[in-house]
């Protein structure tokens, strides 16, 4: 292992080997359209695009 590398310091394994439950399918909420339009941002009725905002000066 290169000296920068470090140690993840978990169990992979044993997170990869679990079984989700039909309990734990219960605190899923679920994804409907007014979950997905609360998500999107919107100012003054504009759709605000997402991402890196553009720069204020264009370099030559």
Known sequence: MPAKMRALGSDL??????VITPEEYEE?????D???????LYHGGKLISRGR????DNKP
Not at 13 to 18: E, I, P, R, S
Not at 34 to 40: P, Q
């Open 13 to 18: 394994k044993k997170v990869d080997a679990h």
């Open 53 to 56: 905002q553009k720069a204020d």
């Open 34 to 40: 007014e979950w997905f339009a609360r998500a999107d």
């Open 28 to 32: 899923i909420p679920e994804l409907t």
